[in-house]
């Protein structure tokens, strides 16, 4: 069957370009950048056109309930955070999550890293001033480096071809860890559970890790194959598509399908800062195939999510839309009604999906920033409920997380603290919730969720 050639009217890669484009950094060695940006466009892609279709159709059935999508992953990958046991580790606790999630929601999972990309970040200010001395803001290891001089915080467009080349080499693990086969998936019993006991729902938990192991080898043994022979890419890659010279030149035609795809992520999102109707980043966004993410805050009136959805999805394709409500505890039953309303009311189709981090982020007295674990957990309590009495559906949940033992985020079973904060914070951005809370949260949509499900089917 020949594919049907069509067009995005008035597109082109670069069109964004003529349109204002936040966020970006200023280059001061242009005939660098172009040189950089000319490289990138002759290094091969990260990911496939099929890949991302098939994710386009697995979007669209989390839309009509048959699916749930998990994202997660760091705020801000590193490129010193590109080496086995960090990739490894935040891999096992995504996987860990949805084999929870599987078994609670008995529904497939969906599952997309917040990694291999996820190297640009937006920041409040250009400028960040210290004792005086004042450099630009450090936005990604993509631009520019944390450290404070001037050297580190220039951009610097060789670090474009170093992101690509991490982007690659992180991928290039996950997937072979995929095809492999995580040993102790298979086991929940061999997982580091210990925080368990100090929580409220100490032996609920314990029944389901047994009854999630009693699956898997229920299943091993029927079907002869280990449940955890994922298929190749049952893995799916994600980042905010922020830089926009970069995603840019990662933008190809390939054969046999018609328009652009955006193959450096099967998943590209536009942040809340940069998604301006006029700007330059939905202007990119609209032209290419890939399923795209849109990050909406308390702010965004019903006017402007309208016209948001019918630029960047024209035709209502199923799949192509995600939102990421990030709206935080104390907003979302003001605002995430009306929401809901609008797009139903105006027969939009999208999957909706909550992020419970950006929206309830704080500082402490020491300068530090974090989340409290129970003002996560209750947007997304929330969300799921607020969803449910709107005759409408969370498909997803897009979550800030490591699988590390870090100390950033405070609550938990184990209840960290504030003095807890200081032990082991390694976020160059924003707070992360660590093994065990991710694993905790996982629990915490199976009670609410599960429970919701027991029920109709019970009834
Ligand atoms: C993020 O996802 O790290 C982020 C910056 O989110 P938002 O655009 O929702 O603020
Ligand atoms: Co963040």
Not at 351 to 373: I, Q, V, Y
Not at 374 to 400: C, K, M, T, V, Y
Not at 408 to 419: F, K, S, V
Request: hydrophobic share 35%; proline share 5%.
């Amino acid at each position: 069957m020949l594919t049907a050639i069509k067009e995005v009217p008035n597109w082109s890669p670069s069109s964004w370009s003529e349109r204002t484009a936040l966020q970006q950094p200023q280059y001061d060695d242009v005939a660098a950048l172009d040189a950089r940006l000319h490289e990138l466009k002759s290094l091969p892609p990260l990911v496939t056109s099929w890949e991302i279709m098939q994710l386009r159709q697995e979007l669209a059935d989390a839309a009509d309930g048959k699916r749930f999508l998990l994202q997660g992953g760091d705020c801000a990958e590193n490129f010193s955070d590109c080496n086995s046991p960090h990739i490894a580790n935040r891999l096992k606790v995504l996987l860990q999550m949805s084999l929870v999630l599987v078994h609670g929601l008995k529904q497939p999972i969906v599952r997309v890293g917040r990694f291999a990309g996820q190297y640009a970040k937006p920041r409040s200010a250009d400028m960040e001033t210290r004792d005086g001395v004042t450099l630009p803001s450090y936005r990604g290891d993509l631009v520019n480096g944390p450290e404070f001089t001037p050297e580190s915080r220039r951009p610097d467009p060789a670090r474009l071809i170093e992101g690509h080349s991490r982007s690659a080499m992180t991928m290039n693990f996950v997937r072979a860890l995929i095809d492999g086969g995580f040993a102790d998936l298979h086991h929940p019993e061999y997982w580091d559970l210990d925080w368990v006991k100090h929580s409220p729902f100490e032996r609920e938990y314990r029944d389901m890790v047994r009854s999630i192991g009693d699956a898997v080898r229920f299943m091993e043994s029927v079907g002869g194959a280990p449940i955890g022979s994922l298929r190749r890419v049952d893995f799916y890659t994600s980042h905010e598509a922020l830089l926009l010279h970069y995603e840019e030149a990662l933008t190809r035609q390939v054969p046999r399908q018609w328009g652009w795809f955006n193959l450096s992520t099967h998943f590209p999102w536009i942040g809340m800062r940069t998604a301006a109707l006029d700007g330059a980043h939905t202007e990119y966004f609209r032209g290419i195939r890939n399923p795209v993410g849109v990050k909406i805050g308390p702010s965004v009136t019903a006017e402007q999510l309208i016209r948001l959805i019918e630029r960047l999805n024209p035709d209502n394709e199923p799949g192509r839309l995600t939102l990421i409500h990030r709206l935080g505890a104390g907003k979302i039953a003001e605002h995430l009604p009306r929401l809901i309303d609008v797009v139903r009311n105006n027969g939009k189709r999208v999957l909706w999906c909550c992020d419970p981090m950006h929206g309830n982020t704080e500082g402490t007295a020491s300068g530090l920033k974090t989340r409290r674990f129970e003002n996560i957990r209750s947007e997304l309590e929330q969300a799921f409920d607020i969803h449910a009495a709107s005759g409408s559906r969370l498909g997803g949940a897009h979550l800030e997380l490591t699988g590390e033992n870090v100390t950033e985020c405070m609550g938990g079973a184990r209840d960290l603290t504030e003095h807890d904060l200081q032990r082991a914070y390694h976020s160059t951005v924003d707070p992360r919730l660590n093994y065990e809370q991710a694993i905790e949260l996982a629990m915490v949509i199976v009670r609410k969720q599960g429970a919701r499900i027991s029920e109709s089917a019970g009834s």
